[in-house]
């Protein structure tokens, strides 16, 4: 079992940085891989980033590659998103999830565990 809670979310301007974090609990937290998903109203839930188990491997969607950067930190129990170089279609709740199916990392059905979301808004 575990609990995923995300936070950092905010209001940030067009080209600024916002580092969200995710806070697990649960005794096998290392077990899972994390990833990042972000969803805009009307649209389908959008597969971000995901790290493994062990932090050796990291995963980005096209659309964030070069600009956002995963990390974890298995004794803190934490798993980050450092976003720098916002845009405005950015804006989106962002959840954290986990699963123990890293060969479908991209596909959020994989994901057992989810937060309740962090707002990110970025003015153009």
């Known amino acids: 079992q575990v609990r995923l809670v995300e936070s950092g979310g905010g209001l940030v301007q067009a080209g600024g940085s916002l580092r969200l974090s995710c806070a697990a609990s649960g005794r096998t937290f290392n077990s899972y891989a994390m990833g990042w998903f972000r969803q805009a109203p009307g649209k389908e839930r959008e597969f971000v980033s995901a790290?493994?188990?062990?932090?050796?491997?990291?995963r980005y969607a096209d659309s964030v590659k070069g600009r956002f950067t995963i990390s974890r930190d298995n004794a803190k129990n934490t798993v980050s998103l450092q976003m720098n170089s916002l845009k405005p279609e950015d804006t989106s709740l962002y959840y954290c999830?986990?699963?123990?199916?890293?060969?479908?990392?991209?596909?959020?059905?994989?994901?057992?565990?989810w937060g309740q979301g962090t707002q990110v808004t970025v003015s153009s």
């Open positions: 999830a986990a699963t123990l199916r890293w060969a479908v990392y991209s596909s959020y059905v994989a994901y057992d565990y």
């Open positions: 790290i493994s188990w062990d932090g050796r491997s990291t």
